[in-house]
């Protein structure tokens, strides 16, 4: 549903240039190696409609998604994709799998079952990636059931092995001692299928050169602008989200702001509210206590801390410095040097979750 601007408590402002250039930025540091996209979670908030066609513009061929549904909208618009669910066969929607040409990511003995089942039904061998586990512990097949798969050789099996993949787990720490196990027992499961692509660099293993690279390389976070590793500045910021003051109202000394009462003006002050709130996704552990600071927002050229608890639709700020504001005046929450992981910080989490959070009664703009 799209809302009218004078109908939204703020503007969501999606940058499809910007994210293109992350995604050559990437490419380019990968040479040798395809670059897919990650797109699942609605492409981190910003819109699989939108940026699944700016992604295949910018060389995009192949995409991850999460879930079949998110599968069936890409390929409304990205009908020559390569398109691979990561969270594997979904039994209920077999049919999507061979109808729009959707590869399943196989990651249990269960699934390579019933698809290859599903295959001999269709008499078709539809291309799937076999999924290991190389110390996630999450999805994917272990070493030895790995290594069981391939004993017939992959051109045996009922299904077409178009990829076999594993996760990496903490490639965002620098010198973390799982990487380079991770690296290394995947670089063993790749010579159990020979001829078979292989992938497993995640948005912080582009960084990781050669030995992470492979064939195919699957940067998420990275192209929307959040930081992938601990180390490094996050590439180019794609959202900004401005809200209108809607009232701005002077406090004496002591009087307390939103509830709780947690937050106290320390002299005059003069605050001013927006219209977000947590359940615009602008999460409630950002706002500001005695206790603890939090999030700034930008108002008049002036970064301004947040006064008190982020309630469910309004924010306070406090706008002492920033000189004369009035109603209307535009308050910039996310963008103009206040990226995801600034807020994510003060809400003690991760940009990603910012960026998946982003809600649905914003006014949302796609700047091309």
Same mark, same amino acid.
């Given at each position: 549903?799209?809302?009218?601007?004078?109908?939204?408590?703020?503007?969501?402002?999606?940058?499809?240039?910007? *994210?293109? %250039?992350?995604?050559?930025?990437?490419?380019? @540091?990968?040479?040798?190696?395809?670059?897919?996209?990650?797109?699942? /979670?609605?492409?981190?908030?910003?819109?699989?409609?939108?940026?699944? #066609?700016?992604?295949?513009? /910018?060389?995009?061929?192949?995409?991850?998604?999460?879930?079949?549904?998110?599968?069936?909208?890409?390929?409304?618009?990205?009908?020559?994709?390569?398109?691979?669910?990561?969270?594997?066969?979904?039994?209920?929607?077999?049919?999507?799998?061979?109808?729009?040409?959707?590869?399943?990511?196989? &990651?249990? %003995?269960?699934? *390579?079952?019933?698809?290859?089942?599903?295959?001999?039904?269709?008499?078709?061998?539809?291309?799937?990636?076999?999924?290991?586990?190389?110390? @996630?512990?999450? !999805?994917?097949?272990?070493?030895?059931?790995?290594?069981?798969?391939?004993? #017939?050789?992959?051109?045996?099996?009922?299904?077409?092995?178009?990829?076999? @993949?594993?996760?990496?787990?903490?490639?965002?720490?620098?010198?973390? *001692?799982?990487?380079?196990?991770?690296?290394?027992?995947?670089?063993?499961?790749?010579?159990?299928? #020979?001829?078979?692509?292989?992938?497993?660099?995640?948005?912080?293993?582009?960084?990781?050169?050669?030995?992470?690279?492979?064939?195919?390389?699957?940067?998420?976070?990275?192209?929307?602008?959040?930081?992938?590793?601990?180390?490094?500045?996050?590439?180019?910021?794609?959202?900004? !989200?401005?809200?209108?003051?809607?009232?701005?109202?002077?406090?004496?000394?002591?009087?307390? *702001?939103?509830?709780?009462?947690?937050?106290? /003006?320390?002299?005059?002050?003069?605050?001013?509210?927006? +219209?977000?709130?947590?359940?615009?996704?602008?999460?409630?552990?950002?706002? +500001?206590?005695?206790?603890?600071? &939090? /999030?700034?927002?930008?108002?008049?050229?002036?970064?301004?801390?947040?006064?008190?608890?982020?309630?469910?639709?309004?924010?306070?700020?406090?706008?002492?410095?920033?000189?004369?504001?009035?109603?209307?005046?535009?308050?910039?929450?996310?963008?103009?040097?206040?990226?995801?992981?600034?807020?994510?910080?003060?809400?003690?989490?991760?940009?990603?979750?910012?960026?998946?959070?982003?809600?649905?009664?914003?006014?949302?703009?796609?700047?091309?």
């Amino acid at each position: 549903m799209t809302i009218a601007a004078s109908e939204a408590g703020a503007r969501l402002t999606i940058d499809l240039a910007a *994210i293109a %250039r992350n995604y050559r930025r990437i490419a380019g @540091m990968t040479t040798g190696a395809e670059c897919a996209a990650v797109v699942k /979670a609605d492409a981190y908030g910003t819109g699989i409609e939108t940026t699944g #066609p700016a992604l295949a513009a /910018a060389g995009a061929r192949t995409f991850f998604v999460a879930h079949p549904s998110e599968a069936r909208r890409l390929r409304q618009v990205c009908p020559e994709a390569v398109i691979y669910i990561l969270n594997g066969l979904f039994e209920g929607a077999l049919d999507l799998y061979a109808s729009l040409n959707i590869r399943p990511v196989l &990651g249990s %003995r269960d699934e *390579i079952e019933a698809f290859s089942a599903f295959c001999r039904t269709v008499r078709r061998r539809l291309p799937a990636a076999i999924h290991v586990d190389t110390g @996630m512990s999450r !999805l994917g097949l272990d070493l030895a059931e790995a290594a069981l798969l391939a004993e #017939p050789g992959p051109q045996n099996l009922d299904f077409e092995p178009a990829l076999v @993949m594993t996760h990496l787990a903490c490639a965002d720490e620098p010198g973390h *001692i799982l990487t380079p196990k991770q690296i290394d027992r995947f670089s063993q499961v790749r010579g159990l299928y #020979p001829g078979v692509p292989g992938s497993l660099a995640n948005s912080a293993g582009c960084t990781l050169g050669a030995a992470a690279r492979h064939d195919l390389v699957r940067p998420g976070i990275a192209l929307y602008g959040g930081r992938f590793r601990a180390d490094r500045e996050p590439l180019e910021g794609v959202v900004t !989200l401005a809200a209108p003051v809607i009232q701005v109202r002077e406090v004496r000394a002591g009087e307390t *702001i939103g509830y709780g009462a947690t937050w106290s /003006a320390p002299h005059l002050s003069r605050i001013a509210i927006v +219209s977000v709130g947590y359940a615009d996704g602008y999460l409630r552990g950002a706002g +500001s206590t005695d206790r603890k600071s &939090g /999030a700034s927002a930008r108002v008049n050229g002036v970064v301004c801390p947040l006064a008190g608890r982020v309630s469910m639709d309004l924010l306070a700020i406090d706008v002492t410095e920033a000189g004369l504001i009035r109603r209307g005046d535009l308050a910039t929450l996310i963008g103009d040097g206040i990226t995801v992981d600034d807020i994510a910080e003060a809400a003690g989490t991760i940009g990603y979750e910012i960026l998946t959070g982003l809600g649905r009664r914003y006014h949302r703009v796609v700047a091309h």
